[in-house]
Structure formats: structure tokens, C-alpha cells
């Protein structure tokens, strides 16, 4: 991994799909990569009930930023509770990850979405946060249209705004 120290790393539980997942997250976005794979030893079997030599965790990167995938066994499947967040600079990138991300999973209001592993995903066009902030009919109006998506379209977020 890059040498950098990250002072915040998520850890994402999984059942066994850790490295699965971490593959796959890889081949959708730039900048990305795989890192350190480590097994479980016969050590403490009777504890995590893992087979030695079965994947324990897996480091990655998104586009820099690290994660740490853990085979933790189905006790804690994902909850909306926790998301991550992909700011997307123009309507093709959010057509991009939100059909990357939700294959196989499932297409939630508002941006957000499953993916096939149960992981939370908001698909968030940069745009947005300007238009909430600026005149608040408009920001109301574009709350409105959101409202009412799933994948968000951005032309559609900036005529909300314009009242048109």
C-alpha cells in the first residue's frame, strides 16, 4: 500500500467475500488496488471458525483511499446504517458507478443503492450540495425532484432548481 500513513482506515465485515469484494470494488474505480492478503492460521479456530489457510482480511485502495475487507463470519451483515459516499463530477460518472455498483444488488431512492455484497452506496453528483445551498425555493424544488429518483440526473436537479 502507498506509504502515506491513513490515520482513519475502514474495516468492512464480511461473511467470506472479503476478497471477492475487494476485487471487485478494485475494477470499478481509478487509482485502485490490492494490497496485503492475510489467512487464518489453526490458531484460534475454536474462536472464528475459520479454516487455516481461508482469507482473513484483505487491504485495498479506492482510488487512495484504504480499506480493510474482513472474512468476520455472517454475525454483522451491512446496514443502510453506514454508507459510503461517491461525489461524481458530471452525469456519466454517475451513470457509471451507479450501474457498476448496483449489479446485482439493488436501486434505492435518492442516490443510494446496494450493492451485491449488502454495502451501502450513495451516488452523489457534485452539483448537489451547491444546489441545496443556494436560493431555498430552489433548494427546495431540488429536494422535491430527488425525492422522487433513484439514480439522480443531474439536468433534471438543475431545472428543479430553475423552476423549470
Given at each position: 500500500m502507498s506509504g502515506k500513513i491513513q490515520k482513519i482506515t475502514p474495516c468492512l465485515w464480511f461473511d467470506k467475500e472479503a476478497e471477492e469484494a475487494a476485487k471487485?470494488?478494485?475494477?470499478i474505480f481509478a487509482?485502485?488496488?490490492?494490497?496485503?492478503?492475510?489467512?487464518?492460521?489453526?490458531e484460534?479456530?475454536?474462536?472464528?471458525?475459520k479454516d487455516e489457510g481461508t482469507v482473513m482480511t484483505v487491504e485495498f485502495e479506492l482510488d487512495g483511499q484504504r480499506f480493510t475487507a474482513l472474512n468476520g463470519g455472517p454475525q454483522f451483515p451491512f446496514t443502510e446504517a453506514v454508507s459510503l459516499q461517491v461525489g461524481c463530477a458530471d452525469q456519466e460518472e454517475v451513470d457509471y458507478y451507479?450501474?457498476?455498483?448496483?449489479?446485482?444488488?439493488?436501486?434505492?431512492p435518492c442516490g443510494?443503492?446496494?450493492?451485491?455484497?449488502?454495502?451501502?452506496?450513495?451516488?452523489?453528483?457534485?452539483?448537489?450540495?451547491?444546489?441545496?445551498?443556494?436560493d431555498p425555493e430552489g433548494?427546495?424544488?431540488?429536494?422535491?425532484?430527488?425525492?422522487?429518483?433513484?439514480?439522480?440526473?443531474?439536468?433534471?436537479?438543475k431545472q428543479a432548481y430553475d423552476g423549470q
Open positions: 471487485h470494488y478494485v475494477s487509482n485502485s488496488r490490492i494490497g496485503t492478503v492475510a489467512r487464518y492460521t489453526g484460534g479456530k475454536d474462536i472464528h471458525g451507479w450501474t457498476r455498483l448496483s449489479e446485482g444488488g439493488e436501486e434505492g443510494w443503492l446496494k450493492d451485491r455484497y449488502g454495502l451501502s452506496w450513495q451516488i452523489v453528483p457534485d452539483v448537489l450540495p451547491q444546489l441545496l445551498r443556494g433548494a427546495a424544488r431540488v429536494t422535491q425532484a430527488f425525492m422522487k429518483m433513484k439514480k439522480f440526473d443531474i439536468a433534471a436537479l
